[in-house]
């Protein structure tokens, strides 16, 4: 990323890579560079690269510890941004449901590709995921490694999570109707058993299944329901 500075080197704007930085002034990457290392005047501004002391408090860990096998070490912020030997930044390389960062294992002798998520909550807590967990996204997007986003967890509960949040691929999304036939949708039927008085899983699929009522209103009265 490339910052551009006015007179006075505050920040007016931030260019998410040196081509568009380029393509807007109308020069060369190679020109950008120039610039970016010299710190000379372009057209009444100057530019830079962007740095981590530019991303307002995120706090940043090396791999060093950890992982010393990486070479270079990386460095990951809370917020889920990474710094690369070459001082680029990058969330990471974009997969299906995930990130992944690519490295170099000393240990192993070769170019390794690992999840942004996991590495990310191994760096900021200083310590290894064990065998028995995994690292869960608590919003179950997987594009967002902040720290606060990321939960040691047993497999388990990761897809009781999933499930909750209607993300899973096994999810059945239900409506509650009452007698008045006002309803509400839920997004898996867990969701919904969490919601309802006196009802399981076996009465919403049983309903669903005869049309049937299952599942007590504060009223007295049983809802009926169906998939959506």
Known sequence: MVCKLDKVDTVILVY?????????????????????????EFKGNRYRYFNKFDFSGQLWSSTKSIHPEIVPPLEFSDGGWIIL???????????????????????????????VHDLTWKVNHNTLIPDNREISHYNTNGYDNRIKNLNLIDHSGNIMNTINQGKHKNCIPVRRIAHNETYIDFVSIAEAIRKTSKCSRADIMYSLNTETSAGLCSCGKLYSWECI
Not at 17 to 33: E, F, H, Q, R, Y
Not at 87 to 115: A, C, M
């Open 16 to 40: 998410l890579s040196a081509t568009l930085a380029a393509k807007d002034l109308d020069v060369t990457n190679d020109m950008i560079t120039s610039l970016c290392l010299s710190g000379k």
């Open 85 to 115: 030997p070459s001082g680029k930044f990058t969330l990471g390389s974009k997969r299906p449901n995930y990130y992944v960062i690519k490295f170099f294992d000393r240990e192993e002798q070769k170019y390794v590709s690992r999840y």
